[in-house]
């Protein structure tokens, strides 16, 4: 007999649906086997499907929950928008009550803020801060991009920086391209046009873990938070991501942390079997 568990898809980074990112989240008692949360991802076919089960309680009664992500051909270390979404489920679905989530993850502790008690208010996601380190630009970057870069930084991911926000917005990439490159996800990103109400815009592309451009990437401001607060010496920033849904990312350096506020939206509701 197949097994039940409850599934919800949230738009995160979302002022509404069918805008921002959509993610999938599983709720599960304990592990099912890694082949299953694979073959559950790749059915979603979103850019991410979070899974949580819940760890022990701490002396002090804290709770706190195991996350981890799969995209439809891959487990990844860290994903921004699916660890909102799920906090949105703790929340709203599931009845968290305190003000504070606590996960533990690949990428070590991370923690979601609510700042208010209803629908819609924003959540706050306490991530690492990634800074990145400078590296040559390549034939292959231009290509991929279909753009020249004036500088490209890399970690996990790369970043190229773009001279204007009419080059991220307006870009046509060679997908293929991206496969040469040794990277996650790779960044395009440039400075907010004066008066435009953002301080740096972004595009995502990440075919390598089977997401051609992902819609708004969380993950990804942890390494352009530090970037750009350096860059335009100041440490809170509003951030746009350009995709064909976009995003509105509000960001703040805080030493080795950055904090990253979005909103999310409830689409779905339902029952998988396995």
Request: glycine content about 8%.
């Amino acid at each position: 007999m197949p097994q039940a568990f409850p599934l919800y898809q949230v738009d995160a980074f979302a002022e509404g649906v069918f805008s921002g990112n959509p993610a999938a989240v599983v709720p599960l008692d304990s592990w099912l086997p890694d082949e299953t949360l694979s073959a559950i991802a790749a059915e979603n076919n979103l850019s991410e499907t979070a899974f949580f089960v819940p760890l022990p309680p701490q002396a002090d009664g804290d709770r706190g929950y195991h996350l981890r992500w799969f995209t439809p051909t891959f487990e990844i270390d860290l994903c921004g928008h699916a660890t909102l979404a799920a906090a949105f489920v703790l929340f709203n679905e599931l009845g968290f009550s305190g003000q504070r989530l606590r996960f533990e993850s690949q990428s070590g502790p991370l923690f979601v803020e609510r700042m208010g008690e209803k629908q819609g208010d924003l959540l706050t996601l306490d991530f690492p801060s990634w800074p990145p380190k400078p590296v040559a630009i390549t034939e292959t970057m231009v290509r991929a991009f279909g753009a020249e870069p004036l500088e490209a930084f890399a970690l996990r991911d790369l970043l190229c920086v773009f001279a204007d926000e009419d080059i991220v917005r307006t870009m046509t990439p060679d997908l293929a391209a991206f496969h040469e490159l040794p990277y996650v996800c790779n960044i395009a990103s440039a400075p907010g046009r004066p008066g435009g109400g953002f301080d740096f815009v972004s595009r995502v592309f990440c075919p390598e873990v089977g997401i051609p451009e992902d819609p708004v990437t969380g993950s990804a401001h942890s390494l352009l938070t530090p970037f750009w607060a350096a860059r335009l010496g100041k440490t809170r920033l509003n951030a746009f991501q350009a995709s064909q849904r976009g995003g509105r990312l509000f960001c703040e350096l805080l030493g080795d942390r950055v904090r990253i506020s979005g909103r999310a939206a409830l689409y779905l509701r339902g029952t998988i079997y396995v």
